[in-house]
């Protein structure tokens, strides 16, 4: 996705903004509605959209391999959310990097993104095979 966030910001198309930020008040209505499998589908929406917007024939083939382990992931992070509406205000800020042509901060944001979900992922799964563990 972070090279999908740079051949998008070299392309620089307004259309590519308005149907990320469609994608993100879609979210906020779907998320303030409690309905998650509506949340999910727009937020694997958003992330196909950003590699369809790339341009980029080979990445967007590349997605489509491992499109549904991504999406996977997504829904396990994503249920661990109880608020639905910050699943959707996640995304705000990579819209307002992309809409900029910051890459730096469209990166770093998205890095943050990937690190937190793994945390996530890391912890159901201590919590689903060990049970609730206590370190100390």
Known sequence: ETFAFEQII??????????????????IA???????????ELDRDFHDALIEMSEHSLLVSMWHTVAMK???VMALVNRRNTD????????????DAIEKGDFAKASALLKEHISSA????AEDW???????????
Do not use: C, F, W
């Not at 070299?10 to 979210?27: C, F, G, S």
């Not at 779907?30 to 999910?40: C, F």
């Not at 201590?126 to 100390?136: K, Q, R, S």
């Open 126 to 136: 201590n919590t689903d095979i060990l049970g609730d563990v206590d370190d100390t």
């Open 30 to 40: 779907a998320g303030s509605e409690n309905d998650i499998k509506i949340v999910n």
């Open 84 to 95: 639905l509406t910050q699943i959707a205000r996640n995304h705000l800020p990579l819209i």
């Open 70 to 72: 991504v999406r996977q």
């Open 10 to 27: 070299k392309l620089k198309k307004p259309e590519h903004i308005e149907v990320l930020r469609d994608n993100y008040h879609q979210m």
């Open 118 to 121: 793994g945390a996530l992922i």
